[in-house]
């Protein structure tokens, strides 16, 4: 009878089929060739002690016992062309996600996504990254797969109390993502993989009678006796229909200023804000492995920080091991920074957002805009930082030792942020408890990871979408908006996920609701 194993080996033996089928034969004390199958089904890298091990979680199977490869196959899907419609508004992994679970369901989704297909979208990348131009409706946060496609592919969630990550993870390998993302403790798709299984996701949806509308802005919501009609496009044009999954992302501010207008009930929340800082990847494996050269067998390192400085938190989010920085801005005027990494994670440099927490009351200088405050406090800092770093996607810049100091850097080396850096006293750029909070902290961190507290490490400011400032609230049990009847807010924009995963579950969890609300 197959058995379930849990065990340490060294880097060198989990990457290597018959070292691991040999390890695993001792472990049994049976000859390697007694072994049919070692089937891993968890794996984690344990850098806590000096020789560093991985963590195996595996199924084994000797010879004779039965042992099938399992295939993650795509559900059958109804087609659902003349069934009852639903708009879907916004097509990142929140709204995709809920498409594909109405048609399981039976239900006509009609997704419209302001920005361009997935492959459109490269044009306007490659325009914010060489020319500075932003396109305000198509970028590293609007268009096809949403914010998550062009900017890492992370799928770690700590999510899991809100739904079932395996089901997730698993539709992404019907859909073309590697296996090992069933495996790693910490899966990742990579940037360069995404768009390909997005493309599939979005031909699947038009295959079995649902619609996705490119280059379609939700202008007005249709609402009659509080109770969802339908939606408004940029051209004009009405769609109807009684339900609609509101899934457009974090940076979509219009929406949030078109729910403000009609008097539709929102609410500022508290979000992160800070800088990312971009080390050597070398370096942080030495830190991280307590090596001098990482070797062929261990993946780029990662690393994970959380303080409490001048009694507030301020932690490393979104970390991207051999990866680089992107400008994320979503209109002219403002200058953004996120990161992401290729699947190979092969990029000489690692960076991270070390963001602090914000509170409501730090909002109260932009007070008069009530639920929004949060969201004006946000685009200051982001305008004042495309001020003093010259008016284009360059960002504000210093060495990290610098910034703790209150030094200017003499010079900032070419980083991994293609538009380019400015040379700033980062304290120009954020309020000064914000200011006064990072510098001390990252004093902290280099006391947690010895070596991080380096003029090596160059900050770029802002990181400042790590969620969303605003929060639509919804009925707990329905999901429905507390106010508005068929009116569903969902994912990271309405302020219920943060990250691939999660919001995929939410956009799930508001297409099952529609579905079993209307079955009543």
Not at 102 to 131: C, S, T
Not at 279 to 292: E, R
Request: glycine letters at 10%; charged letters at 25%.
């Amino acid at each position: 009878m197959p058995r379930e194993f849990q065990f340490q080996v060294s880097p060198e033996v989990a990457a290597q089929e018959v070292l691991l089928k040999q390890h695993v034969a001792k472990l049994f004390q049976v000859s390697p060739q007694d072994i049919q199958k070692v089937n891993v089904v968890k794996r984690s890298v344990d850098a806590r002690q000096k020789s560093i091990k991985i963590n195996i979680k595996a199924i084994v199977y000797l010879v004779g016992e039965e042992y099938h490869e399992t295939t993650i196959g795509i559900p059958e899907y109804p087609n659902v062309e003349n069934a009852q419609e639903v708009i879907v508004v916004g097509a990142g992994p929140a709204g995709l996600f809920a498409a594909l679970q109405l048609i399981e369901k039976g239900l006509k989704p009609i997704v419209l996504e302001r920005g361009k297909d997935v492959r459109g979208r490269r044009r306007d990348l490659k325009a914010i990254n060489r020319d500075h131009v932003v396109n305000p409706e198509s970028n590293y946060c609007f268009g096809e797969g949403g914010a998550g496609t062009y900017s890492d592919g992370k799928l770690y969630t700590r999510s899991k109390k809100r739904g079932d990550v395996d089901r997730i993870l698993q539709l992404l390998v019907a859909y073309g993502a590697s296996s090992e993302i069933l495996v790693e403790a910490h899966p990742h798709i990579g940037t360069n993989k995404l768009p390909q299984i997005i493309q599939d996701i979005r031909e699947k949806i038009i295959e079995h009678g649902g619609k996705v509308l490119f280059e379609t802005k939700v202008t007005d919501i249709l609402i009659k006796n509080n109770e969802v009609k339908g939606i408004v496009t940029q051209y004009g044009d009405t769609i109807l229909a009684p339900n609609i999954i509101l899934a457009t992302g974090h940076s979509a501010r219009d929406i949030f200023e078109l729910l403000y207008q009609k008097g539709i009930e929102i609410e500022a929340k508290p979000f992160a804000l800070g800088v990312r800082a971009e080390h050597p990847q070398s370096l942080i494996d030495s830190i991280q492995y307590s090596c001098d050269f990482r070797g062929q067998y261990l993946p780029p390192a990662p690393y994970s920080v959380v303080k409490q400085v001048n009694g507030r938190g301020m932690y490393s989010f979104c970390m991207c091991p051999g990866g680089v920085i992107a400008p994320c801005a979503t209109a002219e005027g403002e200058v953004v920074t996120n990161g992401w990494s290729p699947s190979k994670r092969d990029q000489a440099t690692a960076n991270s957002g070390i963001v602090v927490e914000l509170r409501l009351e730090d909002f109260k200088p932009f007070a008069k805009f009530g639920p929004l405050a949060g969201m004006e406090f946000q685009k200051d800092i982001e305008q004042r930082a495309w001020r003093l770093a010259g008016q284009t996607q360059k960002v504000p810049a210093q060495r990290m030792v610098d910034f703790s100091q209150r030094k200017t850097s003499a010079e900032i080396p070419k980083t991994s942020y293609v538009p380019g850096t400015t040379s700033i006293e980062l304290g120009e750029v954020f309020p000064g408890f914000l200011t006064q909070t990072m510098r001390q902290g990252f004093q902290e961190f280099g006391k947690s990871m010895k070596g991080y507290f380096t003029n090596e490490a160059i900050l770029h400011a802002p990181e400042s979408r790590t969620s969303s400032p605003v929060r639509i609230p919804r009925d707990p049990q329905t999901l429905e908006h507390i106010q508005i009847k068929g009116l569903y807010p969902c994912g990271e924009g309405a302020g219920y996920a943060g990250g691939i995963i999660s919001a995929a579950i939410d956009g799930e969890k508001c297409a099952l609701k529609i579905a079993e609300n209307l079955k009543k």
